[in-house]
């Protein structure tokens, strides 16, 4: 791409850096809040822009991502953007069919059965060539968003990858990725090692290209026990930031990273102990025990039950204020427990917006 637009630097002049005061644990004037899914089907704007649309198709025009992302910006005062795309991209850039089967999610025709068909993978994956669109989407959705707030890129984390490339799609056991845990522990680690190479480097890339911050998505975590959880999980969620921070400081580079492991409960204590700013959390922890479990060492970010979004818009606001409550002000980012459904009323999603920057102004302001 050429021109302007797509020149990672001159990006205009950040307006509101609440998001990344609150990862890096600074003090703030508002507890900064977004929501995963924010660019998402409960828009009636969103749906309109995606019709007939081939859902990969979309994620491969920078135009197109750079559009949804700015959508919810619109509406609702969220502290940061994060970027249109989808945590499937990187099976595709190892050589994996994906597709967005309307009304039943993502599919792959032909995932992976036995660890023989780790050789289908590419060994090596320029990820310029094959993922290049989503930092061309990133690098344009910089300049366009004028600073207004910090975007965020992201990636899925190995375990859920591979499990994904595993069932070839959702599932309730997850039991055919579970299978290879417990019958290929080798076939499995050099998979997880193979995806753990791509993702260093796709989110070395989205970096330069322009993200100002980065979430690693590990939702199939709750799937796995404690002893698995560590075994096939912990250990490359803590390679990838290891390897991120350590190439982004040589460049003189400090981005904040937030993981996010859905349904690890156990696993809170290690993952505030893995380098990332940020630790995300489900709605199923109470914020006070997760504060004491991570012990100041990490901001959080979370945790409303999404489906509270269905409450009146009182309702809303009272169970924000407990919330903001229970985690305290500082090295806190306000988000939900999980993704926005499509059916969610974008009024509630604004009334949740409202409240957290209200309340949280006043409790500040009171301290
Ligand atoms: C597991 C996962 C996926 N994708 C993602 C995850 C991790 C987060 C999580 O745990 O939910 C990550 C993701 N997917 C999408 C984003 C965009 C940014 C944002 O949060 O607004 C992000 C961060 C867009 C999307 N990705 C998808 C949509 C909806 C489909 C559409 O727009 O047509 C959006 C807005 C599709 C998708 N992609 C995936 C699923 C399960 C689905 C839903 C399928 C369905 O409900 O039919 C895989």
């Not at 899914?37 to 920078?62: H, I, N, V």
Request: net charge negative; hydrophobic share 40%; with cysteine.
């Amino acid at each position: 791409m050429q021109g302007k637009e797509a020149d990672p630097k001159d990006f205009p002049q950040l307006k509101n850096d609440t998001f990344l005061r609150a990862a890096r644990g600074e003090e703030t004037q508002h507890v900064p809040v977004w929501c995963m899914r924010q660019a998402g089907r409960y828009l009636p704007e969103f749906r309109e822009s995606r019709a007939g649309k081939d859902f990969f198709e979309t994620c491969r025009s920078p135009e197109a991502c750079c559009e949804l992302t700015l959508q919810p910006l619109r509406r609702f005062s969220f502290d940061a953007a994060i970027i249109f795309s989808d945590i499937l991209v990187v099976p595709q850039a190892m050589g994996m069919d994906v597709q967005m089967v309307p009304g039943k999610g993502p599919t792959f025709p032909d995932p992976l059965k036995d660890p023989e068909d780790l050789q289908r993978l590419r060994v090596k994956v320029d990820v310029n060539t094959e993922l290049g669109y989503v930092f061309r989407a990133i690098t344009l959705t910089r300049h366009k968003l004028e600073g207004k707030v910090p975007l965020i890129g992201f990636t899925g984390a190995p375990w859920t990858l591979m499990s994904y490339m595993i069932e070839g799609g959702g599932s309730n056991t997850h039991s055919k990725a579970k299978r290879w845990l417990y019958q290929h522990p080798e076939a499995s680690h050099m998979l997880l090692r193979m995806l753990t190479d791509v993702i260093v480097e796709y989110l070395l890339g989205q970096v330069a290209a322009g993200a100002q911050a980065l979430q690693v998505f590990e939702s199939h975590a709750g799937i796995l026990g404690p002893a698995e959880f560590k075994e096939f999980s912990l250990l490359y969620l803590r390679d990838i930031a290891r390897r991120v921070k350590d190439k982004l400081k040589e460049d003189g580079q400090d981005v904040p990273m937030i993981v996010f492991a859905k349904d690890a409960h156990y696993g809170v204590e290690d993952l505030s102990q893995s380098h990332y700013e940020v630790v995300g959390l489900d709605w199923t922890i109470d914020p006070r025990s997760a504060r004491e479990r991570t012990g100041g060492k990490v901001s959080l970010q979370g945790n409303m039950d999404p489906c509270a979004l269905y409450a009146p818009k009182e309702r809303i606001s009272d169970i924000v204020h407990k919330m903001l409550e229970g985690f305290g002000t500082r090295g806190y980012i306000a988000n939900l427990g999980h993704g926005l459904y499509p059916d969610m009323d974008p009024e509630h999603v604004g009334a949740f917006v409202q409240a957290v920057h209200k309340h949280s102004k006043q409790m500040i302001e009171q301290k």
